[in-house]
């Protein structure tokens, strides 16, 4: 099919045989079978309502003003740019400001649905006008004149009609060509490319779902608590203690979707799929069935979330998939058989490593733990499966291999981990603390005391170093802010994310609530809700300048931001070291290219942010993207020469080094900042000779009361 006849064919399928979510006919944007809420809605909407008012830490009520804050928070989770609704549409909707509070309170759904069909009709409309636009040739677009493009529309006035409306959608395709064009693609390319998405932005709207709009309703009204406070579908509940289990039962692959088709963009590894072989990578999913004796169901075109589930079964079940090769055809399809297995996914737990470092003409070996996330196998545990999975139980076992391997020192990398069980943040910091409490929680009464239950059961003494950046949040948070209040390590890296809530899942009627019932504080008092953990040593941030949480979200008044500090006894290893260490850091890091290099990419990203428009004129932006690349390349190539290697001639030339070197597994002394936080490390050992800064020798505390028996929660970021 030729570009034009597939533009038309797309053109007719949305303007006279497009398919609702319902899978009606329609003629037109107008003409659709509107969404409508499934039986068991209603009550789950009471019971949440319910649940928020007896669980929910902040004492709110559900009155017109939350009702106001409600509406808002809709809008924009639905038009975050205000590129659809048109100010008439919101002016309609006002007469709901008031009026959420008692809908929700009576299980009433229909404004919330009102407003999403009037949403997903325009829509449709904006699909509409991309498809007559393309059809019209591209062409036509003229890039000689000087416009712009705002950046962040999220705060702008809605379209007051579909003149201006149709003046967004018009910039939005302009600039996606402009995009192709600087990229030196065709204009036939440039058109196939957005013909795509377009096709791929019918599917989207196509296939919504009745529990989509709950969910995204619900969620509107959860987040007016807090933004950690959510609602899970039956099937986010079944994803969310996937994850916090590490395990599934399946055939251990990772799906997307391409066009129609679902693809495996990955295997994970020992999972089914993976030891059978006969599934690749890349291959398309065209049909599934349960058994040889069943017949395939045919899932071209389906959500991957619904594929999934489909796939997705009990241990030692088969399940068939039809596939073909992505350089194959269709009609060329064969079958593989896989018996389901449970699927741990290892890339997620725990990991090890080590590597020797020279200071001062000794060597020191340094161990590095990676901890992704803080996971627990809370239904495991509780079946009393002995071997459940946790994070606690893995680090400890690789610290004593490590400690097998004679180690010097031990960097523990919370990069980038986004929290988990609270419970698992605790025991993890009784792996570094004789005993004593860890954190403090708090509802709107006194703190609560939680300490070190395993008082004793030390797992490492020696120097030690937590490495965090802005990406780390919440049991991070925890784990981070209790070794530096008690001075036992130095924590480097860049300033945490800021999240210091706890979360209890709540069951209803159908899926869960995530509720925020409590505050936590580090045992210094100090709490980390939006200020989050202050490195000792800062390093520059590896994706440029970014804005704090509190910057982002603005500073309130908050009288909970502190609390007082728990009874706890500091080691205080770090402190008298810390200028030094601070000295001998600036020192290596004003002369290493690397560090250079992070410099100047945190400086120039800076700059980037503050741009607020984007020029649709090609040789404003011709000027600008060759200034952009000339940056890239010489900043690149000062890093190259200081290490004494060979410039690069182009960016081409970068982009092909970058894909040969993706995927590739490197050594952790290949990586900048733990390079330089094992050189703070033996830095660490060398000051601490002559003081005698043995690991282990401070008192120990006092025993402190603990919380109430302990119950299954988590707190993820």
């Known amino acids: 099919m030729t570009k034009h006849a597939y533009v038309r064919w797309l053109l007719g399928t949305v303007a006279a045989g497009a398919l609702s979510a319902a899978g009606d006919p329609v003629t037109s944007a107008s003409d659709y079978a509107a969404l409508e809420p499934l039986d068991g809605h209603p009550q789950t909407s009471v019971a949440i309502v319910d649940r928020l008012r007896h669980y929910h830490m902040a004492s709110k009520s559900l009155d017109d003003e939350l009702s106001s804050q409600i509406l808002d928070k809709y809008l924009s989770f639905l038009d975050p740019k205000r590129s659809h609704l048109l100010a008439t549409d919101v002016s309609e909707f006002e007469k709901y400001r008031g009026q959420l509070d008692d809908a929700l309170e009576q299980g009433d759904l229909a404004p919330a649905f009102e407003i999403y069909n009037r949403f997903h009709r325009r829509a449709l409309e904006r699909i509409e006008y991309d498809v007559a636009t393309l059809q019209r040739g591209i062409e036509q677009f003229d890039f000689t004149v000087e416009e712009d493009v705002e950046l962040d529309r999220s705060e702008a006035p809605w379209p007051a009609d579909r003149a201006e409306v149709e003046r967004l959608w018009h910039q939005s395709l302009k600039s996606r060509v402009l995009i192709g064009k600087l990229a030196d693609e065709s204009l036939e390319t440039i058109a196939d490319t957005l013909t795509k998405r377009v096709n791929n932005s019918l599917r989207a709207v196509r296939q919504t779902r009745s529990e989509d709009v709950f969910q995204t309703y619900i969620n509107a009204f959860a987040q007016t608590y807090d933004e950690y406070t959510q609602?899970?579908?039956?099937?986010?509940?079944?994803?969310?203690?996937?994850?916090?289990?590490?395990?599934?039962?399946?055939?251990?692959?990772?799906?997307?979707?391409?066009?129609?088709?679902?693809?495996?963009?990955?295997?994970?590894?020992?999972?089914?799929?993976?030891?059978?072989?006969?599934?690749?990578?890349?291959?398309?999913?065209?049909?599934?069935?349960?058994?040889?004796?069943?017949?395939?169901?045919?899932?071209?075109?389906?959500?991957?979330?619904?594929?999934?589930?489909?796939?997705?079964?009990?241990?030692?079940?088969?399940?068939?998939?039809?596939?073909?090769?992505?350089?194959?055809?269709?009609?060329?399809?064969?079958?593989?058989?896989?018996?389901?297995?449970?699927?741990?996914?290892?890339?997620?737990?725990?990991?090890?490593?080590?590597?020797?470092?020279?200071?001062?003409?000794?060597?020191?070996?340094?161990?590095?733990?990676?901890?992704?996330?803080?996971?627990?196998?809370?239904?495991?545990?509780?079946?009393?499966?002995?071997?459940?999975?946790?994070?606690?139980?893995?680090?400890?076992?690789?610290?004593?291999?490590?400690?097998?391997?004679?180690?010097?020192?031990?960097?523990?990398?919370?990069?980038?981990?986004?929290?988990?069980?609270?419970?698992?943040?605790?025991?993890?910091?009784?792996?570094?603390?004789?005993s004593g409490p860890v954190v403090q929680v708090a509802d709107s009464s006194r703190p609560t005391v939680l300490s070190d239950r395993d008082g004793g059961a030390v797992t490492w003494r020696g120097p030690l170093a937590v490495i965090v950046n802005r990406y780390s949040a919440s049991a991070s948070e925890i784990?981070?802010?209790?070794?530096?209040?008690?001075?036992?390590?130095?924590?480097?890296?860049?300033?945490?994310?800021?999240?210091?809530?706890?979360?209890?899942?709540?069951?209803?009627?159908?899926?869960?609530?995530?509720?925020?019932?409590?505050?936590?504080?580090?045992?210094?008092?100090?709490?980390?809700?939006?200020?989050?953990?202050?490195?000792?040593?800062?390093?520059?941030?590896?994706?440029?300048?970014?804005?704090?949480?509190?910057?982002?979200?603005?500073?309130?008044?908050?009288?909970?931001?502190?609390?007082?500090?728990?009874?706890?006894?500091?080691?205080?290893?770090?402190?008298?070291?810390?200028?030094?260490?601070?000295?001998?850091?600036?020192?290596?890091?004003?002369?290493?290219?690397?560090?250079?290099?992070?410099?100047a990419r945190e400086d120039y990203f800076g700059r980037l942010r503050?741009?607020?428009?984007?020029?649709?004129?090609?040789?404003?932006?011709?000027?600008?993207?060759?200034?952009?690349?000339?940056?890239?390349?010489?900043?690149?190539?000062?890093?190259?020469?200081?290490?004494?290697?060979?410039?690069?001639?182009?960016?081409?030339?970068?982009?092909?080094?970058?894909?040969?070197?993706?995927?590739?597994?490197?050594?952790?002394?290949?990586?900048?900042?733990?390079?330089?936080?094992?050189?703070?490390?033996?830095?660490?050992?060398d000051l601490s000779q002559p003081l005698a800064m043995a690991g282990g020798q401070a008192p120990a505390p006092r025993t402190l009361p603990t919380e109430p028996p302990a119950t299954a929660r988590a707190d993820e970021g």
């Open 231 to 434: 609602y899970f579908s039956p099937r986010d509940s079944e994803d969310f203690n996937i994850a916090m289990s590490l395990s599934l039962e399946g055939i251990g692959a990772v799906l997307g979707r391409k066009d129609d088709y679902t693809i495996v963009q990955d295997l994970v590894k020992g999972g089914p799929a993976d030891l059978g072989g006969d599934l690749k990578r890349t291959d398309r999913i065209v049909a599934v069935s349960q058994s040889r004796k069943e017949p395939f169901v045919d899932i071209v075109g389906w959500r991957t979330d619904e594929v999934v589930q489909l796939i997705r079964g009990p241990k030692d079940s088969p399940v068939l998939l039809k596939v073909f090769a992505a350089q194959g055809d269709a009609a060329d399809t064969r079958v593989v058989e896989i018996v389901r297995n449970v699927v741990k996914l290892e890339d997620q737990a725990a990991s090890k490593s080590s590597f020797t470092i020279e200071r001062g003409g000794r060597e020191h070996r340094i161990g590095v733990v990676v901890v992704p996330t803080f996971y627990m196998d809370f239904k495991a545990l509780r079946a009393g499966d002995e071997n459940y999975k946790s994070t606690t139980r893995d680090v400890a076992r690789l610290i004593r291999e490590l400690k097998d391997q004679d180690i010097d020192a031990l960097i523990v990398d919370l990069r980038n981990n986004g929290g988990g069980s609270l419970q698992e943040a605790r025991e993890l910091t009784g792996l570094f603390v004789e």
């Open 479 to 599: 784990f981070a802010g209790a070794i530096q209040d008690y001075g036992l390590g130095v924590v480097v890296g860049n300033q945490t994310f800021g999240k210091g809530t706890v979360q209890t899942l709540i069951p209803l009627p159908a899926g869960e609530l995530k509720v925020t019932e409590r505050r936590y504080y580090r045992v210094s008092g100090l709490g980390t809700e939006r200020n989050g953990i202050v490195p000792d040593i800062v390093f520059p941030t590896r994706d440029g300048s970014v804005r704090r949480r509190a910057e982002v979200l603005g500073t309130i008044d908050d009288p909970m931001a502190t609390v007082s500090a728990a009874s706890y006894a500091p080691r205080n290893r770090v402190a008298p070291l810390l200028d030094a260490l601070r000295i001998r850091h600036e020192e290596r890091a004003s002369t290493d290219p690397e560090f250079a290099y992070l410099r």
């Open 610 to 685: 503050e741009r607020t428009h984007l020029s649709l004129r090609e040789a404003t932006r011709l000027a600008q993207q060759e200034a952009d690349d000339a940056w890239i390349l010489e900043v690149e190539n000062a890093r190259l020469i200081a290490r004494g290697e060979q410039p690069l001639a182009d960016l081409d030339e970068l982009t092909a080094r970058r894909e040969a070197e993706a995927g590739a597994e490197r050594p952790p002394e290949d990586d900048v900042l733990t390079r330089e936080t094992a050189a703070i490390l033996a830095d660490f050992i």
